[in-house]
């Protein structure tokens, strides 16, 4: 639904805009404005989507009004004069009627109003966090799935990384806060100053140790909140 205001001097002009909008479904009416003043009043009390606006109306004209508006609303011109036609574009209008305006032309001018807007409503797609990484192990770069990953231990410049699926950890030269930012999103957890967890490996939770099947590993105290956060506790 589009919130919207009708903008014009001349009444009759007016009262035949206003019964446009109500006949188009995915518009609300909020207010019905004689001069730009009145508008100016409807976007400070009302959440107005979409302005439809008459071009000379005495005082301000809808061209210097739209000018004074810092975030301005999506406009569709309805005016008398072709000759504004490209200002009117300039000022990134949706579209530009002249009157007299039939309901086919109208009713074309506000579609495209709301695709703009469903357009300007969805989320901006983020692009998916990769499930890998690589890491330098005696001058070559060996990928980490990070799916298969247990645990992290850090050691001051190294880290070792526990597998699901090696015997051995992978040991590289890295901090283990640049790790940890790796795996944002990921679901892992600090549990200590050295030891970062997969979330969906943990088995079992003691007074002070996290455990990943027969593995067990320190749990601090300044650690317990994020870690009951992870696992909703």
């Known amino acids: 639904m589009l919130n919207c205001i009708a903008v014009d001097d001349?009444?009759?002009?007016?009262?035949?805009?206003?019964?446009?909008?109500?006949?188009?479904?995915?518009?609300?009416?909020?207010?019905?404005?004689?001069?730009?003043?009145?508008?100016?009043?409807?976007?400070?009390?009302?959440?107005?989507d979409l302005i439809f606006l008459d071009i000379q109306m005495p005082g301000l004209s809808g061209l210097q009004f739209l000018e004074s508006l810092p975030k301005p609303p999506m406009v569709i011109f309805i005016t008398a004069y072709k000759e504004y036609?490209?200002?009117?574009?300039?000022?990134?209008?949706?579209?530009?009627?002249?009157?007299?305006?039939?309901?086919?032309?109208?009713?074309?001018?506000?579609?495209?109003?709301?695709?703009?807007?469903?357009l300007q409503s969805k989320p901006l797609q983020k692009d998916p966090q990769p499930d890998y990484f690589f890491v330098f192990v005696e001058y070559n770069q060996i990928?980490?799935?990070?799916?298969?990953?247990?645990?992290?231990?850090?050691?001051?410049?190294?880290?070792?990384?526990?597998?699901?699926?090696?015997?051995?950890?992978?040991m590289t030269r890295m901090s283990l806060k640049s790790l940890e930012e790796k795996l944002t999103g990921h679901q892992f957890v600090r549990t200590h100053k050295s030891y970062i967890l997969s979330a969906k490996k943990i088995t079992a939770i003691k007074r002070d140790l996290v455990c990943i099947g027969a593995i067990e590993l320190p749990l601090s105290e300044s650690y317990k909140a994020d870690l009951e956060k992870m696992l909703s506790l």
């Not at 035949?16 to 976007?43: G, S, T």
């Open 85 to 118: 036609a490209f200002e009117g574009f300039n000022h990134q209008a949706v579209d530009y009627l002249l009157k007299p305006v039939s309901f086919e032309r109208f009713l074309k001018a506000c579609n495209k109003a709301h695709d703009l807007f469903n």
């Open 143 to 170: 990928k980490i799935w990070i799916p298969d990953i247990l645990y992290i231990e850090g050691m001051k410049d190294y880290v070792k990384i526990f597998l699901a699926n090696n015997q051995k950890p992978i």
């Open 10 to 48: 001349e009444r009759l002009v007016l009262d035949l805009l206003v019964d446009n909008i109500r006949r188009v479904p995915f518009l609300h009416l909020v207010k019905r404005c004689k001069n730009a003043m009145e508008a100016a009043e409807a976007l400070q009390s009302e959440t107005v």
